[in-house]
């Protein structure tokens, strides 16, 4: 394990290329591609150095050879990670006992068996692609790098093995009068089923102006293939662990109305269901639209909480009615208004009470999922609005993805070598001294480069 010697030999180059920058033999632009490429490689070097290292280390241990017995040495493996393509060379074992065969530094370090891409290149992948397409995501990583560019079923599968994290609850629970709970879904389309919703749920504690109009403490949650009873447990459960509930006065629950909404009175307690403003002007709006004049005295009406004169003035609409599409339309509305009378008359009684739910519904779900004409596969669809949910919370998809992966064990395999490493930069003191004689731009004639990198040497600067 050499990788002192491995960063000394970089740096140099690297001050190198720095030196013909400042002599004016290139521009900044290439000379800022050029370290990142630099760098780029030296990142897959040292990988490669630590994982041979530790194969190496393996292959010499006594504790190995009383259970594993080498198959073959030197077997290639290429794997691409966030700095390129890493190569690099090690065992193949086999077990004494369970006649199990493994690469030991695969095993180690989370490598899994034929896997050609690392989980924290996937990880990326994964982020990218919450915002735009698979083959947008793959070329947003590999913008800088080529070799990095993996095709769109990889990043459709690195969707699938996403699984968010579950919260974890904060050691004092907020204490507030009032909460909101709003919800509407998304419809899209999923292969095998005819039509398919993305829901969203979102609890938070009333707007806030400034700096700018934004929900308080909001916390968005998504569905797709999940019932309605599971998805409003996960949402108390929430509740019950961020929330005092007993300083709870009141909890608005806003909506269009659909069952799976109003299913969620059954399980958060002290709820009142408020019909959103604007699904039952949309309703309203189709009912009286060859009959306009009706439109302003229904709306009256419902602000005086009278219910049967709203249905009068849809009866008249009724009857005002020729076309059979249009007759149900308004049939319908009148359904809706009957079904819904109790949210119509909280939402009167509660007029601060408002419901952002269809926009939130835009930009967080239909934005990616259903704003452009795409199909999903079930498993696609609830990551990818599972996804979209993390990113609305202000937490990191990439955190999420490496969550769900199995623990990597810390390597301690290496720890006397690091620390004999360590001892020697101390006894050393200065990076690079012990070698200067070995590098033959010092043993050349005089230029330059030699007089400057010998400068920055004195200086400590290396």
Not at 63 to 88: C, H, Y
Not at 126 to 135: D, G, K, R
Not at 221 to 245: G, N, S
Request: hydrophobic fraction near 35%.
């Amino acid at each position: 394990m050499d990788i002192v010697r491995l960063v000394e030999a970089k740096i140099l180059s690297v001050a190198e290329k720095t030196l013909r920058f400042l002599e004016g033999k290139c521009d900044y632009r290439t000379f800022e591609a050029n370290l990142k490429k630099e760098l780029d490689n030296l990142g897959c070097e040292i990988l490669k150095e630590v994982l041979e290292a530790l194969d190496k280390k393996y292959r010499q241990s006594e504790e190995r050879r009383r259970s594993w017995t080498i198959v073959r040495s030197n077997d290639p493996k290429a794997i691409l990670t966030p700095f390129g393509q890493l190569v690099f060379e090690r065992s193949y074992y086999r077990h004494k006992q369970s006649k199990q065969y493994a690469y030991l530094v695969d095993k180690k370090v989370g490598i899994k068996p034929h896997a050609r891409v690392g989980a924290n290149l996937k990880a990326d992948l994964t982020e990218a692609c919450v915002a735009m397409s698979y083959e947008g995501a793959t070329l947003q990583v590999s913008r800088h790098n080529a070799v990095l560019k993996v095709s769109k079923q990889t990043v459709a599968t690195c969707v699938k093995e996403f699984k968010a994290k579950k919260a974890v609850a904060p050691p004092t629970k907020r204490r507030v009068p009032v909460l909101y709970i709003e919800a509407d879904e998304d419809h899209l389309k999923v292969r095998g089923r005819k039509c398919a919703q993305a829901r969203l749920i979102y609890v938070h504690e009333g707007v806030e102006n400034k700096p700018r109009c934004h929900l308080k403490n909001a916390r968005y949650f998504t569905a797709v293939d999940k019932e309605p009873e599971k998805f409003w447990t996960e949402v108390c459960d929430y509740i019950a662990a961020y929330y005092d509930l007993s300083s709870i006065e009141a909890v608005y629950l806003s909506g269009d109305g659909a069952t799976w909404i109003r299913t969620g009175q059954e399980y958060i307690p002290r709820s009142i269901f408020i019909l959103d403003k604007f699904h039952l002007s949309k309703y309203i709006i189709k009912a009286t639209a060859h009959a306009p004049d009706l439109r302003l005295s229904i709306y009256k009406e419902i602000w005086k909480l009278n219910k049967q004169a709203v249905l009068n003035h849809l009866q008249e609409a009724l009857r005002l009615a020729e076309e059979a599409s249009r007759k149900k339309r308004i049939k319908d509305t009148i359904r809706y208004i009957k079904n819904n009378w109790d949210g119509i008359e909280a939402s009167v009684k509660n007029p601060q009470v408002g419901c952002s739910a269809e926009g939130h519904v835009s930009h967080i779900l239909a934005a990616r999922l259903s704003s452009r004409p795409m199909a999903w596969s079930l498993k696609g669809a609830d990551n990818m609005a599972s996804m979209r949910a993390v990113k609305a919370n202000g937490e990191s998809v990439y955190e999420h993805y490496l969550a769900s992966k199995e623990p990597v064990p810390i390597i301690t395999e290496l720890n006397f070598k690091v620390k004999r490493e360590l001892r020697r930069l101390k006894e050393r003191r200065l990076l690079g001294k012990e070698n200067l004689n070995n590098i033959p731009l010092f043993n050349g004639r005089s230029n330059l480069t030699r007089t400057a990198l010998k400068r920055i040497n004195e200086q400590l600067a290396i």
